[in-house]
């Protein structure tokens, strides 16, 4: 029987909140020095207390369970000794944590955390809301999907559930697991076409421009799918019931999900295995993706990339060489914010190859890894949701956005899917990546039944449809504070320029003040080394390569680079105090840079580009997120402290007597 939808318990997403006070950033997080303390202890305070109300208001009549006296009982007090000591003991560990929210910090993708998301999720923890489904999470599953719509508004997708192309997104405990769901889904839609046509559906649909073998249906695309399970759903909806079972049934038999990769490709030897097309600095998680999936990493084709970004006549000669040998391509990935580099690929430029591609035959999805850059894209909306011109987005910095990243960031809404972490610069606490799809339809091919959590058909409408979250994620029982937290943290930053864009415009506009007063450290150590930011910065995120003046082999830079690196990583055996900051490394690969690229870093750093081609030179990298990195209350440039540092470490590792000859 079908439940009636319960009417939305959480308030409109619709009145246009006033923006952010300048002064309104200092609420924002706890602070460097905990400046914020007092705010977030009344928070923690206030709300514990009325969870505690909150318990004793469900049955007042029921009597406290637990003695009034029993905290005078021995044992309990030897448990709360106990328990206090190991306490202590984790309190006194943690110390040796990694400062995140320090402007000494520029090393990884960490900083500190938004109150209004740390104080949602400590807030919502003791009612340990389970958001696999709204049996066990009745407020914040609801809030994890309009968390979800926030998120597809931020990145130009339909966000009005009322329509039915309407995106939808979920959350994941990170930017891994949301692109395993980008691959899933990716392969959902790539093979039912294949199992339309082998279960004779499409014979029995009305007549309809429908693919006839098996090449044209698995190159369907993602719109020719999502359009042929429209289609598919409306005719099923036409049948008698039991018909519609006996065709459910059939499809069902033929699907990929059914069969899995070894039977589906037996049934239909002319398929070869889809492959991924991605950029070379693409992210770790997409091979482990491949190989979780079942098809393998041999199918992970890695484009090579210029200047650090994905090389398009690359990708355009992978498609060519796949369509002339009738290799499959299940997606594209095009990366917003590269790990390493922070670079930002022309997402405008792959959907157009997926446009052209499609018009000759050869069907693929896109998707936008955006795990690092996705919550940029704010700088890039209006309130009203509406894309902001370059000119716009470029006031008051010297030369954010590049054309070409604007026409990336511009392109976000042609995608087909998008990974964005809120953990990442959204400065949510772990565990909160997301996923998010252009066309919600689709998600119908990843649906789970399971009696215990899921009785009955849902209700209709978008909501009632999620509310049953656990059926479409790859996940299970997962944190419905962390929901809160994304959810509560949107409301009260929400996604525009004017609101939550105001964090990462800090953060840009110290990656620009980072690489201007990195030409002056060149200068400055220029008798004993050369420097160079080796490529402009798409965004926060800003790399400086060193080598020792006189030096001409890359392995000696590297080695040069790392010695440096040792007193900005992470050594759990050292007091934290005798850090001046902590950085990260990574390399210069050469089939990321390009020919050009190439060989403007060997000048640059007068390195030998014939050594450059082989060897991955060490360089350092740095991720700019804390924004009080430019401290206007005290006059500190963190960027200035930190080279200075960086100077007095280079002129001592580097005597000019020692210097390479
Ligand atoms: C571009 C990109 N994709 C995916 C990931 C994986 O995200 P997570 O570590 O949250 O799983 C990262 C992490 O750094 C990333 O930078």
Redesign the pocket.
């Known amino acids: 029987m079908r439940r009636p939808a319960p009417a939305s318990i959480l308030p409109g997403m619709d009145q246009t909140p006033t923006p952010l006070g300048r002064g309104a950033l200092d609420a924002c997080f706890l602070g460097p020095y905990g400046e914020n303390d007092a705010l977030l202890e009344r928070l923690v305070t206030e709300f514990l207390r009325d969870h505690v109300y909150w318990r004793r208001n469900f049955h007042p009549e029921d009597p406290p369970a637990i003695p009034t006296r029993a905290s005078q009982h021995p044992d309990y007090q030897a448990f709360e000794a106990r328990m206090r000591h190991e306490l202590h003991a984790l309190s006194a560990s943690l110390k040796k944590s990694v400062p995140f929210h320090s402007p000494r910090y520029i090393g990884?993708?960490a900083s500190d955390l938004l109150l209004p998301g740390l104080a949602a999720q400590m807030l919502a923890l003791p009612y340990n809301p389970n958001n696999v489904s709204e049996d066990a999470a009745p407020v914040t599953v609801e809030m994890e999907v309009k968390a979800g719509l926030q998120l597809a508004r931020m990145f130009g997708f339909v966000d009005d559930p009322a329509r039915e192309d309407c995106a939808f997104g979920h959350l994941?405990?990170?930017?891994?697991?949301?692109?395993y769901q980008a691959l899933r889904l990716a392969l959902a839609l790539k093979a039912f076409p294949v199992a339309m046509l082998a279960s004779r559906t499409l014979d029995a649909m009305a007549p309809g421009e429908w693919p006839d073998d098996d090449w044209s249906a698995f190159n369907l695309g993602h719109d020719g799918a999502v359009a042929l399970l429209a289609e598919w759903q409306a005719w099923l909806a036409t049948l008698a019931p039991e018909e519609r079972k006996r065709w459910q049934a059939r499809l069902q038999g033929e699907r990929l999900e059914q069969l899995g990769l070894v039977e589906f490709h037996a049934r239909h030897p002319d398929l070869a295995v889809p492959k991924v097309l991605a950029p070379v600095t693409?992210?770790?998680?997409?091979s482990k993706g491949l190989k979780l999936l079942g098809l393998g990493r041999a199918q992970l084709e890695l484009v090579p990339e210029r200047g650090m970004r994905l090389d398009l006549d690359a990708l355009q000669s992978a498609l060519d060489r796949c369509l002339r040998e009738r290799q499959p391509v299940l997606m594209a990935v095009a990366?917003?914010?590269?790990?390493e580099y922070g670079t930002v690929d022309p997402v405008d430029g792959v959907v157009a190859a997926r446009a052209a591609m499609q018009a000759r035959g050869l069907g693929f999805g896109v998707h936008v890894?955006?795990?690092?850059?996705g919550y940029l894209a704010t700088l890039f909306r209006n309130q009203d949701g509406s894309l902001r011109t370059r000119d716009e987005v470029a006031s008051g910095f010297a030369s954010f956005p590049a054309p070409e990243v604007h026409a990336a960031f511009a392109a976000l809404g042609q995608a087909d899917s998008i990974?964005v972490?809120p953990?990442?610069l959204g400065y949510l606490p772990?565990g909160a990546?997301a996923f998010v799809c252009r066309d919600h339809r689709a998600t119908a091919l990843l649906s789970e039944q399971a009696d215990y959590v899921f009785d009955g058909e849902a209700a209709p409408g978008y909501m009632a449809r999620y509310r049953r979250l656990g059926q479409f994620i790859p996940e299970g029982s997962r944190s419905g504070a962390a929901a809160a937290a994304v959810y509560v943290m949107h409301k009260v930053l929400p996604l525009d320029h004017l609101n939550f864009g105001q964090l990462p415009r800090q953060t840009v506009l110290a990656a620009e003040s980072f690489a201007k007063r990195a030409r002056r450290f060149s200068a400055d150590v220029a008798d004993v080394a050369r420097a160079c930011v080796p490529f402009a910065p798409d965004s926060n995120l800003v790399c400086l390569a060193i080598n020792p003046a006189g030096n001409r082999d890359p392995a000696v830079a590297s080695a040069f680079v790392r010695k440096l690196h040792e007193e900005l990583r992470c050594d759990p055996g050292r007091p934290l105090q005798l850090k001046e900051f902590f950085g990260s490394i990574t390399t210069l690969r050469h089939d990321a840079m390009g020919a050009d690229e190439l060989a403007h870093i060997a000048a640059c750093l007068g390195l030998d580009p014939a050594l450059l081609g082989d060897e991955r030179v060490v360089i350092l990298r740095h991720t700019l997120m804390n924004p009080y990195l430019l401290d206007t209350e005290n006059g500190i440039s963190y960027i200035d402290r930190y080279f200075d540092f960086l100077t007095a470490r280079v002129r001592a590792l580097l005597p000019l007597a020692e210097r390479a000859a």
């Open positions: 990884h993708m994941t405990s990170g930017g891994t697991v949301a692109n693409a992210h770790y998680s997409w990366v917003l914010g590269t790990t890894d955006a795990a690092w850059g990974t972490d953990h990442k772990y990546g």
